[in-house]
């Protein structure tokens, strides 16, 4: 029972006597359970109050940079903002480098700028390649650490990864295809926004492996990275749909939703199932219509607020590691839709 406290400030903290705590810490008989206890979490008060007065005034600033859709940039943004103020006493501040289409080489400029200006961290969502994970390692190297936000870059010396098992997200949507499409004939498409997303990659790995397990016989389609916009998304499925074997199911894993479902209006058909992910403005919008089956879900209010604990952690003033938590995974349906925002 280490702690930082005189006998004094446990015993008024807990309302007993000085030799009360002092049995209870050196373990003396003669106290009850219930007295135990009460000193116990006295302590524990104590501890939580000092991290508190610890953090009351620090500032830190931290870096947001994304390669992703806009609809990901309003929602990372939306989430981290209503986060910050939860923070408290420790005082947060962000600054926002959100791009779509933006290349790995611009990213990287990005993250070198970081670098020159200074930073408390950064918290990214950018293609897993070489020149990316060398840019978060020179971070590191000047004292700026990186927390991975919904796709990895494994290889690099970043902090932590926050998200969740983009394998385990993937082995859901083949369970809930293989149920939906059970009896009836046609293969699945499985759609992605951009093949060097690692998150990405591991929900298709994920997919592909349970399938293999669950509906053998079912063909599935892998289409080209569509970078998650409607447009191009549109154009992928479209010759998809005109090829020998249109596909009865989508699982997107990447989004540009609206434009995969274009397709199959455009041919007069709307797929058998569809699963996504994330629950945004257009997905919620076409989960209420009855086009989207069923969407992967995560909190990412929970998870920014995480990225931040992490980064707390590491700058020492969080004592205890959140790294090794897990995001949970919702399925949401046209009939549990959360309250969103």
């Known amino acids: 029972m280490a702690h930082p406290f005189t006998v004094r400030e446990i015993a008024r903290q807990a309302g007993v006597s000085d030799a009360t705590v ?8 003669g106290v009850r359970a219930a007295t135990t206890g009460q000193v116990k979490r006295a302590i524990q008060e104590l501890e939580a109050q000092r991290q508190q007065l610890e953090l009351t005034g620090r500032r830190f600033m931290i870096d947001v940079v994304a390669d992703a859709p806009a609809r990901f940039h309003l929602a ?3 989430a981290l903002e209503a986060e ?9 501040r962000a600054r926002f480098h959100l791009h779509e289409l933006w290349g790995a080489a611009a990213c990287v400029a990005q993250l070198d700028r970081i670098g ?17 994970a060398a840019a978060v390692d020179r971070l590191l190297a000047l004292g700026i650490p990186v927390v991975t936000l919904v796709t990895d870059v494994p290889l690099s010396r970043r902090l932590a990864y926050v998200g969740i098992d983009n394998r385990s997200a993937g082995a859901t949507a083949a369970y809930l295809v293989s149920q939906w499409l059970r009896g009836r004939p046609g293969g699945v498409a499985v759609t992605v926004s951009n093949d060097a997303f ?5 929900r298709e790995m994920g997919f592909r492996a349970a399938m293999r397990k669950l509906d053998p016989e079912r063909p599935v389609l892998y289409l080209d990275g569509s970078d998650g916009l409607d447009d191009s998304a549109r154009e992928i499925m479209g010759r998809a749909l005109a090829g020998e074997q249109p596909p009865a199911g989508v699982y997107s894993s990447g989004g540009g939703n609206r434009g995969l479902l274009a397709a199959f209006e455009a041919v007069g ?5 569809f699963i996504g992910h994330d629950l945004n403005a257009d997905n919620l919008e076409l989960l209420r ?9 995560h909190d990412l ?12 952690h590491h700058h020492g003033a969080l004592p205890e590691d959140p790294s090794g938590e897990a995001s949970k995974i919702d399925i949401i349906t046209p009939h549990n839709i959360p309250v969103w925002p």
């Open 22 to 29: 002092d049995r209870v810490l050196h373990n003396r008989p």
């Open 76 to 78: 990372v943004r939306t």
């Open 84 to 92: 910050l103020p939860l923070l408290r006493p420790a005082v947060f």
């Open 116 to 132: 020159s200006q200074g930073s408390h961290g950064v918290v990214l969502k950018a293609p897993d390649v070489p020149e990316v």
């Open 198 to 202: 690692r998150g990405e990659e591991e």
């Open 269 to 273: 058909r709307e797929p058998e199932v």
């Open 289 to 297: 219509a009855g086009r989207i089956s069923a969407l992967l879900h």
């Open 301 to 312: 209010r929970l998870d920014v607020n995480r990225c931040c604990r992490i980064l707390l």
